[in-house]
């Protein structure tokens, strides 16, 4: 009996430290801190879900079932402690189009889409491929975005009269303006007293009791939409299922999934620069991937990683999963329970706290290492934050980085093909080749030979260089095709391994005998 007790017991402390362990509990986690920082992050993600729900033409309560539904999932499953998913712009976008030309069931079902390509992707691994973004680009995404969110907050300063918006004036601005400031000076202030509440919890709690106390009317929540709600309903998309319908949906789908996985992995490599750790960026495709899948079925619009409240999670001193969990947690508790309480907060609270964020956000350093950045780096950097601010699309903005760094990267690499040339004591010309022969320095390689005036045998030595795709191969031959047209022979040397198989699968377009290694004649 009491080895059976035993048994059971170490059984459920197995499953306790799995649990544990999945939840990052079994390390040293500062409940407090995590607690208030997911307080935080809720308050902060409340009034954007709402907005980019009402932006896109969705019912508020959309962007609401959301942001819990991406935030609980991602933040227990995630790729990483500290990263906070929602109901983001970026993805909410791409979805505008679908919801005026076919409705909201059609809208769930892309996004149900999205999330098995997202699944797809990370069990197949390819969030890998977030490497081939440069530092420049990061530099313009995190800039522009650091812009976008400072700009989105100046619409608070607005008002709908009649159906248009207008500009506040007289005395709601100057109150607007003066509780936004007060929350800054709160968050500028309240470290400098003690780091064991958040500023910017204390900043919002103290401009909502003083703008209670003392009956100040100002822009609350209220103003933008209801948050009062019950819990996400089931819901199957009511659509046609065939290929007309997956035809429809699977470019959005499709597109969505490439915004929030390319918004995700660059806010993951974001937090790990910031926390010093390692995340998982695969792991994150999974989550976000089968957070999406939920969204199509339980009434959200999707989402992925917010990176204005993972920066207000972080700098609230969350280093764990606890705070994403307590935001999600936090945001169906105010649907369900405390819509009428939340519906008074005041958006200058709200505001000053996301105009601190966007200060910290911007990459300050930047400007300080400007002046010792190469051109095209400056160039590339610029760019990306201007794309990012004007088209409000991160991921364009990134791609669009990434191909010219490519392009800039490409072009610098193809000038440093170069060729040293003697002819030895028995009259065979010798063409030494430097650096890597690939698509863009192909003209450059072939204007290194003197094919009329070479001797009958050639030898091209690459031991320093590298043939490295189909266009170098098409380069060698049409050199060695040129050398055969005279009667003159050509010998390829000191090919790398690779090289070497690049030139067995291309004979069926050059003509290649293999001789004793290192050497390759090209049969004139």
């Not at 409340?46 to 991602?74: D, N, Q, R």
């Not at 911007?362 to 002046?371: A, G, H, K, M, P």
């Not at 030979?449 to 045998?457: G, M, Q, W």
Request: aromatic share 8%; net charge neutral; proline share 4%.
């Amino acid at each position: 009996m009491i080895s059976i007790i035993e048994m059971i017991s170490q059984t459920q402390f197995f499953f306790m430290k799995k649990v544990f362990n999945l939840f990052d509990l079994s390390q040293k986690v500062n409940y407090k801190t995590e607690i208030l920082a997911g307080l935080t992050v809720a308050m902060t993600m409340i009034p954007e879900s709402l907005s980019f729900a009402i932006l896109a033409g969705f019912p508020p309560l959309v962007g609401l079932y959301a942001a819990f539904i991406m935030g609980l999932v991602t933040a227990i499953f995630g790729g990483r402690p500290g990263l906070v998913s929602g109901g983001a712009g970026a993805t909410v976008i791409v979805l505008i189009a679908l919801m005026k030309s076919h409705g909201l069931d059609y809208v769930f079902a892309a996004v149900a889409l999205a999330g098995v390509i997202q699944i797809l992707i990370g069990v197949f691994k390819w969030g890998k491929f977030i490497r081939l973004v440069p530092q420049p680009v990061m530099f313009g995404f995190v800039n522009g975005l650091a812009v976008i969110i400072f700009m989105s907050q100046i619409e608070q300063f607005k008002k709908v009269v009649n159906g248009e918006s207008t500009w506040l004036t007289g005395a709601p601005l100057m109150i607007m303006a003066g509780l936004v400031a007060l929350t800054i000076a709160i968050v500028m202030v309240f470290p400098k007293i003690t780091k064991a509440v958040p500023a910017s919890l204390v900043a919002i709690i103290v401009v909502f009791g003083l703008v209670l106390g003392l009956g100040i009317e100002t822009k609350t929540v209220a103003d933008i939409a209801s948050v009062s709600g019950g819990f996400p309903p089931f819901h199957i998309p009511n659509i046609p299922l065939d290929l007309e319908t997956l035809q429809l949906i699977f470019p959005y789908g499709l597109i969505m999934a490439c915004v929030g996985l390319t918004e995700g992995l660059l806010t993951l490599n974001l937090v790990d620069e910031i926390t010093g750790t390692k995340g998982n960026g695969n792991r994150e495709c999974v989550a976000q991937g089968s957070a999406n899948i939920l969204n199509g079925f339980f009434f959200g619009m999707g989402g992925c990683p917010m990176i204005a409240q993972t920066l207000v999670n972080l700098s609230a001193g969350s280093r764990a999963r606890l705070s994403g969990i307590v935001a999600a947690l936090t945001i169906l508790c105010i649907v369900l329970f405390g819509a009428p309480v939340i519906e008074k907060l005041p958006m200058a609270a709200l505001v000053g706290v996301m105009f601190m964020v966007a200060i910290g956000t911007f990459e300050w350093i930047s400007l300080r290492i400007i002046n010792k950045m190469p051109k095209q780096d400056i160039f590339v950097g610029v760019l990306v934050a201007i794309v990012t601010i004007l088209l409000h699309n991160l991921a364009l903005a990134v791609l669009i980085g990434v191909i010219i760094s490519a392009l800039v990267f490409a072009w610098e690499s193809a000038k440093r093909i170069r060729a040293r040339k003697y002819t030895d004591e028995k009259g065979v010309k010798h063409y030494e080749i430097y650096g890597p022969l690939f698509f863009a320095s192909t003209t450059a390689f072939a204007e290194k030979f003197d094919v009329l005036n070479d001797p009958n045998e050639v030898i091209i030595d690459f031991k320093e260089s590298k043939i490295a795709d189909m266009s170098a191969i098409d380069a060698v031959h049409k050199i060695t095709e040129r050398y055969a047209k005279i009667g003159k022979t050509v010998h390829l040397r000191h090919l790398s391994d690779d090289c070497r198989v690049l030139l067995e699968n291309a004979e069926g377009i050059i003509e290649v005998n293999i001789l004793e290694d290192p050497t390759y004649k090209v049969v004139p």
